[in-house]
């Protein structure tokens, strides 16, 4: 008999992807026993309507050339295309009708504020839907955030996963560009030439 698959759905801007989202993938993949990790750019980030994020295009085209070399990893356009603003509930009804309940799914994000998950649109229905898989980043006082949240952390099915990577920040990224620092060893090569071929982030926001 089939086992059921486990699909890690890897939500985030990526504005631009780097090497600590991943490596936070790659953990949660080994960890989690995932089958594979779909990245998931968003379209018009629900809470970021009102500053600039770079256009969906570039961000998706990014995770795409970013992730290209592992058969584990794919990218979905499924938010970037959807119009109007991206809320994850409406992403995980449709990843549920599309698989099936033979598959498990396990949304895969960072975890500045693991709380406000459940401040979400519509997040009383997360439970039936997937498993949120946490990633830290180093520094992160988790044990402090699962006692003082505990209420609210017991609302959802939610894992934590601790990515030393990301130390790597898209926001320290986007700075770095505007004052000509390095950011090679941060992204990928070829994310790196994109930035480059496109002038993205060249002034600050
Ligand atoms: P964010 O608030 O920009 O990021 C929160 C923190 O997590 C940042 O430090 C960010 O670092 C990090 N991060 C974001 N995605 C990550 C990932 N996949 N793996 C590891 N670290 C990650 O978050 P966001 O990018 O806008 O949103 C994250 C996901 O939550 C998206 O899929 C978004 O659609 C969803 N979300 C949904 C709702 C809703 O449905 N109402 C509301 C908010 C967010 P970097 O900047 O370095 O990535």
Redesign the pocket.
Known sequence: MKRTTRLGI??????PI?L??LV??EEALVQFNLDSVC??P?GR????DDRAVTSPEHRYLMTVIATAANPDFDVSRL?IDRPGL??????LRVLRETHGPATELF???????VW??V???E?ESFRDLATFIA?T?PGYDLQTAREEHAEELARIRIEFIE?PA?A??????RQRVVERRPIRYLVTESVAAYIRKYELYQEAR
């Open positions: 890897m939500g985030g801007t990526f504005d780097h600590g989202h936070a993938a990245f998931m968003t980030p629900a809470r970021k938010e991206t809320y994850t509930v409406d992403t949304f895969i994000t960072g975890a500045d504020a406000e998950i401040t979400w649109k997040a990633a980043r990515v990301l790597i920040s898209s926001t320290d990224i």
